[in-house]
């Protein structure tokens, strides 16, 4: 018992790592999932997107104002000054993705070019990242002007106001739309299912470096030799270790999930508790590899600076490559290839299928446990390394006698 | 002077530990990124959106509308869809299951046009723009059809002439697409910005390392260093600019290999961004030196705090996706100083600076803003590493 | 001139007194032992006159002249060997006596000679390229005591230098100290072992909580006692009225017996030995072992404080 309690406290005692790591991220891995999916319409239809835009109108005519007003329907104004460093803000930052400048006299030049039929003068648009928003935002302010300029066009004489308005009036219709209900569309569940991807890192960081600190705790050469020394068994004290270690990770992972569920539970109303429990079940084994990552560190007699690096590095790089931060399909073939052989594609794959379950079958679970089974191969196959290097490490010279020199320094 | 600023050199190199934070980690995150972000861009960058088209009878008769569709679908410069035909609504609906199209077009027994889309997918996802552009595109129809229409019934002689109806309703683009900054916005260059800042942060380490081996109350080899007949100025100049040196190099590192290796554009102002590397390493061994010189705290939990700091600020500095960059995009508009006050967020827009405008003034300020807060923590500083003699050790 | 001079210097720690009005002059070419049990405050006391510690009263001179935290003049001519091994773990033996030799000499020409002599001086030769971490406990003091003498300084601190050292890297470190002191050095050392501290001071100050209780050669501290010879006999048993009249001879200041043995601490005298052994044969004791010794500085220690040193 001796051995396990002192365990707990070495990682007792390094607080930083538990609130940084298991803390902190997971808050973090709250906040990016809250925001993730917040477009989602909860009953299911589709709706028009608004794209924030900002329209810098320095003609402040009835046409010009009316086409902001239009907008404004179509489109988010955000409000951005007409000054240079307020503009290129706007648009680097993406806080609009497209900004329209109506340069001074234009609406009149417009329905004059309209009513005479010449080249009508050009408004200059700016897009900001993601074309794609601009492009929607082009068309929509071609469309008005296209109705403006068909109006003026074909009634040469109408005055201004008549022509907005019949504009306007025109502007109002719009086309039927219908929403087809398609079966993999995003799910508010999803939340949860990303929250626990990215779990991935919070919980490799937090128990590589808590299980990695606890063994090199033990593991010093000085410290070994006594306890190799001690009347207790070998296996006891590295019964008690283990115990340790898996008493850190089940906190880690109770944690995780408990900060997940808390803030992500009533999301899950629609899953079956069965599925619930599944997707649970997959992150406890998942947490089994950073355990085995953690072991070896320790094996190897890993630093606390070290522990740290690699528990925060690998967490990062593992969860990465598994498509936590970002979805696999978006990434190089090659990535994809490589994320095969890291547990945590593995992971994402069975918490996404596990939270996606409508109803518990054999067909429907067996390929998710199977998923399971190949991420524990992972965790024994990383342990039986450990297990050997530790063999290795304990014959060799550097295990042998200096330590001495550091204990009497 | 010089043989302890070569012996922090030597001694600082020698921990190997430090390049885990301070040049490794950024040149692995940045290769991570350069993964992430390889299609990001491409992304959500236009391509005609795909659209199925039902090619029945019904659709065949509204020869206006149809004419209009394929025009859009048109290969060219300005194709908006990218039309597959689908001789059923079953087959269409087969495909937009399947997820091979965003939407399908179209067209009732009574001759109205109409589109199906799958649910809203939030945000400005591409797949969601690419919906409402559909949307748009329908609408721009039946909007000139109305138009049309009211003014039969008002001002029928208005339509007399077909021609000019017909030329009426065609027209050029509105619009012209200009740039208003220096580069074109990239919505990935920023992340690459955030990770300098994150690893300027990092390199706070060196610093830390350094002056915790100059303090006599911390490590008995300060106490050996503070007997020596060399002064306490020189010992802590050397030290630090041996830190600064480090950090320097350790940067300059990561952004040789972000920009030349990963390919990310700096606007062609490189040596501008040199010197900011040199101020954000100046801050970082500041930054450092503060922690180093904290009594009464232990390397692990200086190293806890460093740690803890530098992902908090970083948070803030919107590296860690989307969300946070919007995040901390917004802190910058509504709470300027707390951006200011960011160490992360201002490397970051130093870079960020020197990419957007096309003047050099922006970049100054934050500059000048990272060296003062470095004047002031090198100032908080000096109160805890003046003192020469302690009342414990 | 004294070449250390401490007066009525006094450091609290909070409540604890560490130094209470404590003197210390040490002259040019002593070696100087500072004697007395863990937490008596000699490395306090080298701390202060090093200036790294604050004090709350008293006047520290060094070469005749005030020490301030800023005399690097006066820190030129100092070495220290501090009682923890203070090197860096991250260079080489080598590199190590070069860092802090540095300190004090600018010249590298002159540092070259100075290293490669501080090398010899502690038999390092053969690890010249190895890093501390790969040093043993007696090999890393070695390399601990050159960082500090390279410079070759008029005066050298010794804290504790043969803590946790086996007897050979000690005796190798007691008679590189001598070296030192007959090439011109004036060395000040502190141990709590007295045998080490007879052994190699010429002059020694014994110290418990902060005091200075007593300053001498060795011979003039055990002159300062009554002890004249310690006289333990091994007998089987003893009753008191025996023990009463061993006491009760001239020369004997006390006696004890301990189930094993009589111990008698007797004056200065040429029989001692004859007149306790003539009580005990009177009685029909038989005796075991017989041990007649000089007093020790133990003795002294005893005799000024009630307890013994070693505790």
Redesign the interface.
């Given at each position: 018992m001796q051995a396990f309690k002192a365990a707990l406290r070495i990682v007792l005692n390094h607080p930083v790592y538990l609130l940084v790591y298991v803390g902190f991220l997971s808050c973090m891995g709250v906040f990016i999932s809250a925001s993730i999916n917040s477009g989602v319409a909860d009953d299911g239809s589709y709706t028009a997107t608004k794209v924030p835009i900002a329209v810098v109108d320095r003609d402040q005519s009835e046409l010009s104002e009316s086409l902001t007003a239009y907008l404004g329907e179509t489109a988010e104004l955000v409000d951005v000054a007409d000054d240079s460093f307020a503009m290129q803000d706007a648009v680097a930052t993406g806080e609009v993705r497209y900004l329209l400048v109506i340069p001074q006299g234009y609406g009149e030049d417009y329905l004059e070019a309209a009513r005479t039929g010449a080249v009508e003068p050009t408004l200059e648009s700016t897009y900001s990242f993601g074309t794609m928003a601009g492009t929607l935002v082009d068309e929509q302010v071609n469309q008005y002007l296209g109705l403006v300029r068909a109006t003026a066009a074909l009634e040469p004489d109408a005055s201004v106001p008549s022509v907005l308005a019949r504009a306007d009036q025109a502007a109002a219709e719009s086309a039927d739309v219908e929403t087809v209900q398609t079966p993999n569309g995003a799910k508010p569940a999803d939340r949860f299912a990303f929250y626990l991807q990215w779990g991935s890192y919070t919980m490799t960081a937090a128990i590589v470096v808590c299980v990695g600190l606890l063994m090199s705790a033990f593991n010093r050469t000085d410290v070994h030799r006594r306890n190799l020394i001690a009347p207790v068994s070998t296996l006891r004290l590295g019964m008690q270790k283990a115990a340790a270690c898996l008493l850190v990770t089940l906190a880690v992972w109770a944690i995780t999930c408990g900060i997940g569920l808390a803030a992500f539970g009533s999301s899950l109303g629609g899953v079956p508790l069965p599925a619930v429990a599944l997707v649970l079940a997959t992150a406890l084994v998942f947490s089994l590899v950073p355990l085995s990552i953690g072991f070896f560190l320790g094996q190897i007699g890993a630093s606390e600076m070290v522990a740290n690096a690699v528990g925060n590095i690998a967490g990062m790089v593992i969860s990465f490559l598994g498509g936590a931060w970002i979805s696999l399909d978006l990434l190089a073939p090659e990535v994809q290839t490589l994320s095969r052989f890291i547990p945590t594609s593995w992971y994402t794959e069975a918490i996404g299928q596990a939270i996606h379950l409508t109803e518990i079958t054999p067909e429907t679970v067996l390929p998710i446990l199977g998923n399971i089974g190949i991420i524990a191969l992972f965790a024994i196959a990383l342990f039986a390394v450990g297990l050997a290097v530790g063999r290795l490490n304990l014959r060799s010279a550097e295990a042998g006698?200096?330590a001495?020199?550091?204990?009497?320094? | 002077m010089f043989?302890?600023f070569k012996?922090a050199l030597?001694?600082?190199t020698?921990?190997r530990e430090l390049f885990i934070w301070s040049l490794a980690f950024p040149i692995l995150l940045s290769t991570m990124f350069m993964l992430m972000f390889a299609n990001l861009d491409d992304a959500t960058a236009f391509d005609p959106v795909a659209t199925a088209v039902v090619t029945d009878a019904h659709y065949d008769e509204a020869t206006a509308f149809s004419s209009v569709i394929d025009e859009l679908g048109e290969e060219g410069d300005d194709q908006l869809l990218d039309i597959q035909t689908f001789a059923t609504v079953d087959e269409a609906r087969n495909a937009l299951t399947a997820g091979e199209v965003i939407g399908i077009v179209s067209v009732e027994a009574d001759g109205t046009p109409k589109l199906a889309v799958s649910p809203d997918s939030g945000g400005l996802g591409v797949e969601q723009i690419g919906r409402t552009i559909l949307d748009t595109v329908m609408n721009t129809y039946v909007r000139n059809a109305d138009l049309l229409a009211s003014l039969a019934a008002d001002n029928p002689l208005a339509l007399a002439d077909p021609d000019l109806v017909e030329e009426a309703l065609t027209h050029g683009n509105a619009t012209v697409q200009v740039s208003l900054t220096h580069s074109t916005p990239v919505q990935s260059v920023r992340y690459y910005y955030a990770l300098l800042g994150m690893a300027a942060l990092f390199c706070g380490q060196v610093g830390m390392l350094a002056i915790c081996?100059t303090q006599?109350n911390l490590?008995?080899?300060g106490?050996?260093?503070?007997?020596?007949?060399?002064?306490?100025g020189k010992t802590l100049v050397a030290t630090l600019a041996a830190s600064w040196a480090i950090s320097f190099a350790c940067l300059l590192v990561a952004f040789l290999f972000i920009r030349f290796v990963v390919g990310v554009d700096f606007a062609g102002r490189e040596g501008m961004c040199v010197v900011a590397i040199a101020v954000a390493a100046l801050f970082a061994t500041s930054l450092g030196t503060l922690l180093g010189s904290l009594p009464k705290v232990g390397f692990g939990v200086k190293t806890g705090l460093l740690t803890g700091l530098t992902c908090l600020l970083s948070l803030f500095a919107g590296l860690y996706g989307e969300p946070c960059m919007d995040l901390a995009d917004q802190i910058a508009r509504e709470a300027p100083v707390l951006a200011a006050v960011n160490p992360a967020k201002v490397v970051t827009d130093a870079f960020y600076s020197l990419y957007y405008y096309d003047s050099l003034v922006p970049f100054a300020e934050k500059a000048g803003i990272l060296l003062v807060m470095t004047v002031v923590l090198f100032a908080v500083s000096a109160l805890f590493v003046r003192r020469?003699?302690?009342?414990?050790? | 001139m004294h070449i250390v001079d401490v007066n009525n210097l006094v450091k609290r720690?909070k409540e604890v007194v560490a130094l209470d009005h404590f003197d210390l002059h040490i002259e040019p070419g002593e070696v100087f032992g500072l004697l007395g049990p863990n937490g008596s405050g000699k490395t306090t006391a080298i701390?202060c006159i090093?200036?790294?510690?604050?004090y709350d009263k008293g006047e520290i001179k060094l070469f005749g002249e005030k020490m301030t935290?800023?005399r690097?003049?006066l820190?030129?001519k100092?070495g220290?060997v501090?009682q923890?091994?203070?090197?860096?773990e991250?260079?080489t033996v080598r590199?190590n006596i070069d860092?802090?030799c540095?300190?004090?000499v600018?010249d590298k020409q002159k540092r070259r000679s100075l290293v490669d002599e501080a090398i010899e001086f502690v038999g390092l030769e053969d690890y010249t390229k190895f890093r501390?971490?790969?040093?043993?406990?007696g090999?890393?003091?070695r390399l601990n005591i050159a960082?500090?003498i390279a410079h070759k300084p008029e005066l050298i601190f010794f804290d504790e230098p043969t803590?946790?050292?086996d007897p050979q890297s000690r005796n190798s470190i007691l008679e590189g100290i001598l070296r030192l002191n007959r090439e011109g050095s004036t060395v000040v050392y502190t141990s709590h072992y007295m045998e080490e501290v007879e052994e190699i001071c010429t002059r020694i100050m014994i110290m418990d909580q902060g005091h200075a209780l007593a300053t001498g050669t060795n011979d003039e501290l055990k002159a300062m006692i009554g002890t004249g010879e310690r006289i333990r006999v091994e007998v089987n048993a003893l009753d008191d009225a025996l023990l009463g009249t061993v006491r009760a001879l001239p020369n004997v200041l006390g006696a004890t017996f301990d189930g094993t043995a009589l111990e008698a601490a007797c004056t200065n005298g040429t029989h001692n030995v004859s007149d306790v052994l003539g009580v005990l044969a009177t009685a029909g004791v038989a005796t075991g072992r017989i041990y007649a010794e000089p007093p020790t500085l133990n003795d002294v220690f005893l005799e000024i404080t009630g307890k013994a040193l070693r505790d």
């Open positions: 006698g200096n001495g020199a550091k204990a009497a320094a | 043989n302890v012996g030597m001694v600082l020698r921990k081996e006599p490590t008995p080899l106490a050996r260093r503070a007997i020596g007949a060399t002064s306490r020469q003699r302690y009342a414990s050790l | 720690y701390n090093l200036q790294l510690l604050t935290p800023t690097y003049d820190k030129r100092i220290i501090p923890n091994v203070a090197v860096f991250e260079l590199e860092y802090f540095a300190l004090y600018e501390p971490r790969k040093l043993s406990g090999l890393l003091r960082c500090g803590v946790a050292v």
